[in-house]
């Protein structure tokens, strides 16, 4: 047989096993025992090149005569060494030695005795090129000198080609398996507790539901809401916060067991499923795991209780789906928060306020966008002349279908669903307007507008307030604006920004509220103020108590030493008008001087009021 016979026939079978290979390294191997077995080469091995700082060559596969050859050194393709496998992975061309013995001795990785004590008599070293690059050899030895020929050099070069786009196409398979697992992992696990995720838990528990539902069993789910979870991660970090849920989770796996369903299902909270589980059984489950899972934790060098709470949901009773188990859990795990054992089984009539909660929601954001609430206001008064000197604006929701909807119900509920700033911009466009009316009427009448913490936060107040501004032609004392303490406290150093460029724009700013959100002495010095609104708690029960009647007497001194006005809110009696009056207060606000009602009859209100003209107020009827 000819050396181009003998290759052809190696290169035919390379190419079956190339067809065959299911990885990598049967490929290699199996490359090995075809060019020694069927092409009767001496010896064949495949080596890696590494990019360390000896440029090593990593055997991988090899087969025929070696007897331990490959172990003998270290094979490098560094420009040292000198031997055809080196020279063909360093230049990423075919390197040939038609007769072993001639080789340079000095620049082997293996003794030349070596080579021949093992019968080696010439050898071909080819490059393993993928995208440009040589990742290693293909080494092929003969037993015969002057072995290889041209055509053998072309059929073993095509041959070696193929390996390396075997090698490709499979490390491209690997890399193609790998991210679909990636992605199938991240459709389905927890990437952070590697526990599974929400989506899982509801295949999962479709599954026990529709066995239980078979075998007419009952089935519990269990699950745990951390609470200290973004308060850690707000003061802590985010990385501090993830330590406290890989440590929940890893408590909960330890308790549940190994074959027990454990997921995390939200943010902060986990869930367990317990086949055939009463409430009963699950109640002592829930016990048990508080018992256990409920200890204090070290985070960042502190011991931190993570407040968790267990709620309950039964399975048919109180749910017969995946979510509304899971939504009816999470309900009750709320509930928990407030019961001294901390776990709780679910309670229909939180759902019920929660569905009715989230549907007013829905209806808050339609009336906001729709433009279908209200502006009502409240006047203010000067207490030494009896005179209105403002009003505060109001916001006011007339629900379609249940009537007016308490401001202390909408506007925390507002906050809570992220619709505070789209409500403000509602309340600044329907003030502006108003104010404007009354400005082209030659009326000057200050309409103050209550921003929160949130609104604080907007980068885009100012840019709003001031094109509200330039839209209307209006000037700066048509418009106040208030700021409760609580808010302003939230972020000192943001609030203070904030209200800077307020005051840039020639407003007055007042604290609303005061009394209520702890603020010092020195941060209201530094604030651009004007007036300080005495939060209603106080002057309602200033009459009958002396510890009120201290903080209304100490908040009128105070901003009056500040250069402050002071307005007091919750003015309800002719009592409370004289007591204040006696302490200097200078503005009223309250039942006494009007209820709030829709600006639009704020001309007809006046003209009625007995606070249109300057009296002494002393004289004057209580406001009805």
């Known amino acids: ?29 199996e490359m090995c025992r075809v060019i020694v077995e069927l092409g009767g080469y001496r010896m064949a091995w495949v080596g890696f090149a590494e990019h360390d700082d000896a440029k090593t060559i990593r055997p991988v596969a090899h087969r025929g005569f070696e007897e331990g050859f490959l172990e003998l050194g270290q094979f490098t393709w560094s420009d040292a060494e000198g031997g055809p496998t080196a020279q063909a992975v360093r230049t990423g061309k075919l390197a040939v030695a038609q007769d072993v013995s001639r080789i340079d001795a000095t620049r082997l990785p293996v003794a030349l005795t070596e080579s021949i004590k093992r019968g080696y008599a010439s050898v071909a070293a080819f490059p393993l090129v993928i995208e440009g690059e040589v990742i290693g050899n293909l080494t092929i030895f003969a037993g015969e000198a002057d072995a290889f020929d041209e055509s053998e050099y072309a059929l073993l070069g095509e041959m070696a080609d193929d390996l390396a786009f075997g090698v490709a196409t ?94 995390r299902v939200g943010e902060d909270e986990f869930a367990v499923v317990m086949p055939g589980a009463s409430a009963e059984t699950a109640m002592r489950a829930a016990h048990r795991t508080m018992r256990e899972a409920g200890d204090p934790i070290e985070v960042d060098g502190l011991s931190v209780d993570p407040h968790a709470s267990i709620g309950i949901a039964l399975f048919p009773g109180q749910g017969t789906s995946s979510d509304a188990l899971l939504r009816r859990a999470k309900i009750a795990a709320v509930q928990a928060e407030r019961s001294p054992s901390k776990y709780s089984l679910y309670k229909g009539a939180e759902d019920n306020e929660s569905r009715r909660r989230l549907a007013l929601v829905s209806d808050l954001r339609r009336a906001i966008e729709q433009n279908e609430l209200q502006l009502y206001c409240q006047p203010k008064v000067t207490m030494r002349s009896g005179e209105v000197c403002g009003a505060e604006a109001l916001v006011r929701w007339l629900h379609p279908e249940r009537g007016m909807i308490a401001t202390s119900e ?107 959100g702890y603020s010092s002495l020195s941060y209201l ?100």
Not at 530 to 557: C, P, W
């Open 1 to 29: 047989m000819s050396y181009a016979e003998r290759a052809l026939r190696t290169l035919s079978a390379g190419n079956r096993t190339l067809l065959r290979a299911k990885d990598e390294q049967t490929l290699l191997q």
């Open 410 to 516: 909408f506007i925390p509920l507002a906050e809570r669903a992220g619709l505070i700033m789209p409500l403000t911009r509602w309340v600044l466009e329907a003030a502006f307007r108003q104010s404007h009316a009354w400005f082209e009427a030659g009326i000057q009448r200050p309409l103050s507008v209550n921003l929160s913490a949130q609104d604080l936060r907007d980068p885009r107040l100012i840019e709003r307030i001031s094109g509200l501004f330039a839209t209307w032609a209006m000037p700066p004392e048509t418009l106040q604006f208030e700021l409760t303490e609580s808010a302003l406290m939230d972020d000192p150093a943001g609030a203070r920004e904030t209200l800077d460029k307020l005051k840039d724009l020639g407003v007055d700013l007042f604290i609303d509220d005061f009394g209520t």
């Open 525 to 624: 010095q530094q604030l651009p103020l004007d007036s300080l609104k005495i939060d209603q708690s106080f002057v309602t029960s200033m009459l009958n108590s002396e510890g009120s009647a201290i903080i209304v007497r100490s908040t009128v001194e105070l901003g009056h030493n500040l250069g402050l006005g002071v307005v007091a809110e919750g003015v309800e009696t002719e009592a409370h008008w004289e007591q204040l009056q006696a302490l200097g207060c200078d503005t009223a606000q309250g039942h006494f001087v009007s209820r709030p009602f829709p600006t639009m009859q704020f001309d007809e209100w006046e003209s009625q009021s007995p606070w249109n003209r300057p009296v002494p107020p002393i004289a004057l009827p209580q406001a009805v």
């Open 170 to 263: 499979l490390r491209m398979r690997v890399r193609h398996q790998q991210a679909e697992e990636l992605v199938h992992r991240m459709a389905y696990y927890d990437l952070l507790t590697g526990l599974p995720n929400r989506t899982s838990m509801r295949g999962l528990l479709d599954a026990e539901i529709l066995r239980a539902q078979q075998d007419h069993q009952s089935l519990a789910v269990l699950l745990m809401k951390v609470g200290r979870f973004q308060e850690i991660s707000d003061t802590l970090g985010y990385e501090e916060g993830d330590r406290l849920i890989l440590e929940m989770g890893t408590r909960l796996r330890e308790i549940a067991g190994a074959e027990v369903a454990l997921a």
